[in-house]
Nanobody, 115 residues
Framework: QVQLVESGGGLVQPGGSLRLSCAASGSIFRFDVMSWYRQAPGKQRELVSRITSGGTTNYADSVKGRFTISTDNAKNTVYLQMDSLKPEDTAVYYC?????????WGQGTQVTVSS
């Protein structure tokens, strides 16, 4: 059984930065794609960024140039560096993994951007 545990969320002022982490634990973990999604109150969950096992990355237009996704395979961890944060980035951020062992969601971490 694979578990994904997110951390790093919190309250930050507009223009600030946060780094989210998603650590995978449990059975031997290999992934094909790891992604970050977010869901704001009253809105649908949306894809923020994803990274393949080969290192290819994709970003939502709304975060391009501000967010960076990366992985540390030795630690089975995926990161989301978020810079120049805006109030509209406020949401619960979820980690999602797709791989041979199946598809898994993390529990989410709250990010609030407010002055």
């Amino acid at each position: 059984q694979v578990q994904l545990v997110e951390s790093g969320g919190g309250l930050v002022q507009p223009g600030g930065s946060l780094r989210l982490s998603c650590a995978a634990s449990g059975s031997i973990f290999r992934f094909d794609v790891m992604s970050w999604y977010r869901q704001a109150p009253g809105k649908q969950r949306e894809l923020v960024s994803r990274i393949t096992s080969g290192g290819t990355t994709n970003y939502a237009d709304s975060v391009k140039g501000r967010f960076t996704i990366s992985t540390d395979n030795a630690k089975n961890t995926v990161y989301l560096q978020m810079d120049s944060l805006k109030p509209e980035d406020t949401a619960v951020y979820y980690c999602y993994a797709v791989g041979p062992a199946g598809n898994y969601w993390g529990q989410g971490t709250q990010v609030t951007v407010s002055s």
